[in-house]
Structures are given as structure tokens and as C-alpha cells.
């Protein structure tokens, strides 16, 4: 009987030494050997894993950039040029410069230019709304107002405003991540250039709706005029669904759409107040010459009385 359980343990300790180096020598061929770079590469990463990057978490990233041996189309909207200069010195590339990002909420509607037709009392969230109601106002392409794209921020840089119904992006707090772009319904919010001295032009409605209709829901729709593509004189405007857009990449912020569009659609963000043309200053300067001469004319006929 003792023999026996001897027997029986000899055989299972060799089975299992067997075993063992059968797994060691299958780990050992099918092992996948990380590149090192890839640690040091997240290690310079902000580590937001907010995703605007396109990859799925920073790591995400590090190694798409290692395993592609380039950093082509590949950026950290977080860190920004200063953290992928870090991340090129290590690859041993050279990082591409890339202008900054900014969330830009391309909607006017609100509580300011739109009448309340109805009152929403559903659940507090953009997508659910999005699936059976329009708006409050009638627009079925603007703004919700709920506040979804606040509470996807990671960086606390979009906040809904009490008084105007609409979300604001905190510029300083920013950072392009586009992750409040993706949760938005209705892609009211768009990523664009942020620009030099954070200065933009940009058309602040998305309906495709006819004028007539669009005028209908809000105040400040833009109604497919066509007015401030024919101004622009760089070809950076475009009409399409009865909706105008402004290229950014075209875009030499001249300003002169602001000034013909109708309805105030086209805003332009950060700009000083414009000085007046040299014609307005030659009017007035006319206007206050007539008035004066004019006093001049009563106090003489006061004297010669």
C-alpha cells in the first residue's frame, strides 16, 4: 500500500515537472516583448484619458505612436505641442506643430432668442431628449440646454448658463479634448482653431430649416441668405441645406460677414471694438461743424436784436 503512494506522488511530481516546462517553453515562444519606449512615452502623457486623442486612454496612444515608429495625425489635444515635443525627443522625431483646439457651442436659441412653446419634464439628459422632442422652442437642431456635455467635461470647462438656457465653454480651462463634441445629440459643439489671441468667426446656428421656418423657432437663425458668402473674399463660406459655415482653415477674420448678416447668426469672439470707418468720422466731423455753425448763426441774431 505505501508502495503504491509513492508510486502514485513520483508520478505526479514528474507530470507536473513535465508540464511546467512545457508551459515555460510555450511562454517562452509565443511571449510578446514590450517596447520600453512605450512606458516612458505614457510616462510624459497628462494621463486625462479623456480619449481626444482619438485612442482609448493615454496608454492608448503611447503605443499607436511606438508602434507606428511616427507621430503623424497622432497628438495629445491635452498636453498640447510642449508634452509631444517631450514625447519626439524620445521617439527620436520631430513633433508636428498643431494649433490648438476649442469647443465652440455653435447655438444662439436659449431662453434669449427663442419663445418657450412647450416645457420639457422628461429625463435630465441630451441623448434620451434628443430621441422624442424637439425643443422647448421649436428648433429641432439647436441646443437642449440639459447639460450633458457639462457633466462629460473632465476639465470642468463647460458650464450651462441659468439665464440664457445655453452651455459656455471656459476658454482658459479648455482643452480640446472634444469629448462634451461627441456627447452632444445634435452636434451643436464643434471643435474649431482657437486662433491667434483666442479670436474667432464662427456662424452660431446649425438649422437646416427654410428662413421663413427657421425665423420661426429663433430670432437669431441663420436663414441661408447667401448674403455673407457673396461678402466673403476669400472663399471661406459656404451655403448648404440652407445653412452657411464658415471655414476655419480659410477663415482671415476680416469681419466683413459679421457685418452684413441679418439676423446676428455670425458671431466674432475676443475682437477690440472696431474703430470707425474714416466716412463716419468725416460725418460726424460735417454734423458738429453744421451744428456749430448754426449756434454761431442764433448768437448773432440774439446780438443783433
Known sequence: MGTVIIYAIAAMAIAGLILSLVLYLVA???????????????EVLPGANCGGCGFAGCRGLAEAIVKAGDM?????PVGGAAVMAKVGDIMGLAAAESEPMVAVVRCNGGKCNTKAKVVYDGVADCASANQNFSSEGGCQFGCLGLGTCASVCKFDALYVNEQTGLPEVNEEKCVGCGACAKACPRKVIELRKKGKNSRRV??????KDKG??????????CIGCGKCEKECPFGAITIENNL??????KCKMCRKCVAVCPTGAIHAVNFPPAKP?????AQTATAENVQQTANTTEIKTEKSE
Do not use: G, L, M
Open 212 to 221: 421663413a421656418a427657421a425665423k420661426k423657432n429663433c430670432d437669431a437663425a
Open 277 to 281: 470707418k474714416p466716412q463716419d468720422n
Open 202 to 207: 464662427y456662424v452660431c446656428c446649425i438649422n
Open 28 to 42: 517562452q515562444k509565443f511571449k510578446v516583448v514590450e517596447d520600453p519606449r512605450i512606458d516612458e512615452v505614457a
Open 244 to 249: 452657411s459655415y464658415i471655414d476655419f482653415n
Open 72 to 76: 503623424e495625425n497622432k497628438t495629445c
